[in-house]
């Protein structure tokens, strides 16, 4: 609705402006960082969510699981298998699905990615891998070591 009414707004600012003096471009110039975060929220949040996916790097020793992910820099979490009090798994019908690491957030915090910087969720995870069942099961005996 946000991105919709946001460009209605500035279409209808630019055809209505009067064109003759510099006042009639307030409207369209208001109207411009409210269309602006409206294609993010419509587009723009799942362009950078695949993108940080694509520069996204999961690794398991037999002591950690360790995510790299580098968009906007390079951050490394780290989850000490050993001490981790809870792992979660998600599958889908393909095969695919996430793990995360460590206690759920309590309801109603927003675990999934933020809508202004993808990646920031709280719970550290291996997101949207293949074969999870099979490494969920490497991480489970890697854990009774």
Known sequence: MWGGFAIFWEFQALTNAP???AAGWIGPLIGIPFVLFGLHFMF???VL???LRDRTEYAL???RAIIVSSLFGRRIRSVNLHTTSEMTITEK?????TIAFGAAP???WRTQNNLWSPGTSQQPAFEMIDNVRSV???IESAKGR
């Open 44 to 46: 723009g949040r799942f």
């Open 19 to 21: 064109k003759d003096n």
């Open 61 to 63: 020793t037999d002591r």
């Open 106 to 108: 309590p309801y109603g």
């Open 49 to 51: 969510d695949a993108r």
């Open 93 to 97: 019908a393909d095969g695919s699905g």
């Open 136 to 138: 969920y099961s490497i």
